[in-house]
């Protein structure tokens, strides 16, 4: 998916356009929320909580769709003091973000638009991640939300924290993590991220799979593909001579052989310029208390 900077290039100017006067924060918040089931993943896996590797990327999908992540804009909204308004700029910054994502090009990979009639991933597959527009929107993000910094601000849209707004809040934020429970079963059945392949261990061969930005690791004894699942398989084909993180479909020659079909080698790090947003939105937010503080 592109870095999170693209994203606050493309919708903060979309969303600056529709809303003269829209208080920034929650432009640029709207602009994370589908990532965040991604965040929570990376965090459940990086502390080696026990979760079931397969049903922690069903219970991930689900919450990132469209629908899962309006709920959490609708359990934000409600906490705000203007709650439609809000509901407006995250909705539709959730949407922007997901058709944004589809843009790129990626093989086993895409967002889930119309969940829960359909779990189908949808790509646009217009441009490939190394393409020089998203590094322009890169640098056009992070220059904008700097801009959005030093400019003077009006009136923030404040929060409104009485006890009925709460449990609105409340209610709306459990529907939201309660959301993929249901669903899980249909979600592994379109094979979405190659699940259900990958998880039929034993019905592997003779399946194709696409794979996103994954690591392939060349070795004496030959090539391997790390899946997402942390399992190493063997990689036969037209391979790189050297470790790599690449995106490719392939076929299972068996269990723990997959064929590589196509094969695509990433020479560029997204995580540096979403970690530069995360700092970015996090002082977006800062202003205006910071401003409010004596001095």
């Known amino acids: ?31 994370l929320l589908p990532d965040l089931p991604w965040i929570l993943r990376r965090a459940v896996v990086g502390l080696s909580l026990p979760a079931d590797t397969f049903d922690l990327r069903l219970y991930t999908m689900a919450l990132a769709s469209l629908a899962g992540t ?7 909204a409600a906490v705000t003091v203007a709650p439609r308004l809000v509901f407006a700029v995250l909705g539709l910054n959730t949407l922007l973000h997901l058709l944004l994502d589809a843009t790129e090009l990626k093989w086993g990979n895409g967002v889930h638009l119309f969940a829960p009639f359909s779990w189908r991933m949808t ?26 910094i030093a400019r003077p601000r009006g009136a923030p849209t404040g929060l409104d924290l009485r006890p009925s707004r709460l449990a609105a809040a409340g209610a709306l934020l459990a529907a939201y993590f309660l959301f993929p429970l249901p669903f899980l079963g249909a979600v592994e059945a379109s094979d979405s991220y190659s699940v259900k392949t990958l998880r039929e261990v034993d019905a592997r061969a003779g399946r194709s799979v696409g794979l996103d930005r994954t690591a392939f690791l060349a070795t004496p004894a030959g090539g391997f593909v790390q899946l997402w699942t942390g399992e190493r398989v063997r990689a036969t084909g037209r391979l790189p001579s050297h470790d790599a993180t690449v995106s490719l479909h392939g076929t299972f020659l068996a269990p723990d052989v997959l064929r590589v079909d196509r094969l695509f080698e990433h020479r560029r790090d997204r995580d540096w310029p979403s970690y530069v947003a995360l700092v970015l939105l996090a002082l977006v937010w800062a202003r205006p208390i910071r401003r409010r503080a004596p001095a």
């Open 70 to 76: 309006l709920l959490l804009c609708a359990a934000l």
């Open 123 to 148: 790509g646009f597959d217009l441009l490939p991640g190394e393409s020089p527009v998203y590094l322009a929107l890169t640098f056009a993000g992070a220059l904008l939300v700097a801009v959005e």
């Open 1 to 31: 998916m592109p870095n999170t900077l693209v994203h606050f290039a493309a919708q903060g100017a979309a969303s600056h356009g529709l809303w003269r006067r829209v208080d920034p924060r929650w432009v640029y918040l709207g602009c």
